[in-house]
């Protein structure tokens, strides 16, 4: 048997877990992945790329409908094969091993280890007191987070889903309440943006150097989004997977475009532009100039449950990666599940992100981040181009999951491109990511091939 036809092979070690997610704790790990530091500090930076906020409101529009499209990829491809492992899982099975290895490389690294611990510094940083307050105590108390959602992970997926679909639930509340805040109550005067609305020309890029600003800005923009497919990590742990799994994406993915269209109208319309062009806490402002200091704590109360729950989310889907990588042999054994819960694979992954939150900042890899992850999706987009080849008896594509797969591996190639122009030091530092991932499955290779001979 070839390579390439053993990563097609089922793998032998079965989960032992009675599947125990439903379509509600689907629906709301895609929210909790998807809802993190991103959407409250990236439209600062926008502003001050693209200069308006109706450009900002388009980009942010366009990467909605990118993100929807990429739900609809993605659960395609869970469809034809549903099982946990994420983006490893499909490219191994449908590619080959190595672009597998390089999709569950990626995972690790940028798709849960550094955003786990930007989640929790963002929680830390918004829990603590605006005064006095030393780097050491946010460290601490962002390590505190990361460590009990390790303790309700190690419990297994039922319990870590229960206590994530709690704050998910308490989270979109506050959500709902900001946004309703914002339109029926406050004045008309406070929203000061609005006077730079002058029509179209003010939000369409005319020339093709706006698109590739806009372009450019999409990538950070990008990073609020990259959770839409945070469901397929954990499918062979749901019940009904081909039918929970996609509609979980789908519908968790909407929901959260509709949120952050309404939350950032909020946020690039209500304060003066000139007050959060290029700032990072653009939902305090945005906060304080409609509501005053009590609306503003609201919003910081919000913002710590946000990356609070996208820290449990994520040390539930990160693992099961690694599980599947383990039980085909190019990771440790160690990392396979005992009981239907990888523990070494989840406590690996939390100590990685402890390390990642005492030697980072919050916010110095957004912009890595959300191209690494959005190179890593439009690799997972591109192999169901190859489904039909290695599951023969599936259904073939249906015209709108083509039309799907254009549009997001457009998309996604629009946006690395730009990269090149407007922000080279995270193209690079991208580029470096999966030529690193490939020296590293050399060398895996290479010692499994010893092991045998010897």
Known sequence: ???????????????????????????????????????????????????????????????????????????????????????????????????????????????????IAAAALGAAVYAMPTTEVEPWQVKALAAGIIIVATGCQLLGAHVGGTAQNIIVFAKLALLVVIIAWAFLFAPNEVWQGRGLVDGPSSWWPESWSAWVVLAGSMSWIALSYTGFNAAIYVAGEARKPTRNVPRSMIVGTLTVTVVYLLLNYVFVYAPAPESIVGQERVAGIAGLAIGGVRLQNWIRVTIVLSMTSSV?????????????????????????????????????????????????SLLELMMYLGLTLSACGALAVMSLWWAKRRLPDTRPLSWWENLAMVVYLSVTACIIAASYSTHFFGFIAMLATFVLGMVVYGIVRMMSNWQTKV
């Open 1 to 115: 048997m070839s390579e390439v036809q053993a990563s097609n092979a089922t793998p032998k070690t079965p989960s032992l877990e009675t599947p125990s997610l439903g379509l509600t704790t689907l629906t709301t790990l895609v929210v909790a992945n998807m809802i993190g530091a991103g959407v409250f500090t990236s439209s600062g930076f926008s502003l001050a790329a693209l200069g308006h906020p109706g450009r900002v409101m388009l980009a942010w529009w366009l990467c909605g409908a990118w993100a929807i499209c990429g739900a609809i990829c993605y659960g395609g491809l869970v469809a034809r094969l549903p099982l946990s492992g994420g983006e490893y899982l499909f490219l191994s099975r449908f590619v080959h091993p190595a672009i597998g290895f390089l999709g569950g490389w990626v995972s690790m690294i940028a798709g849960f280890t550094a955003p």
């Open 312 to 360: 449990f989310a994520m040390l539930l889907t990160g693992p099961r990666v690694y599980q599947r990588m383990a039980d085909d042999g190019v990771m440790p054994a160690l990392f396979r599940s005992t009981g239907g819960v990888p523990r070494w694979a989840i406590l690996v992954q939390a100590a990685l992100s402890l390390v990642a939150v005492w030697i980072a």
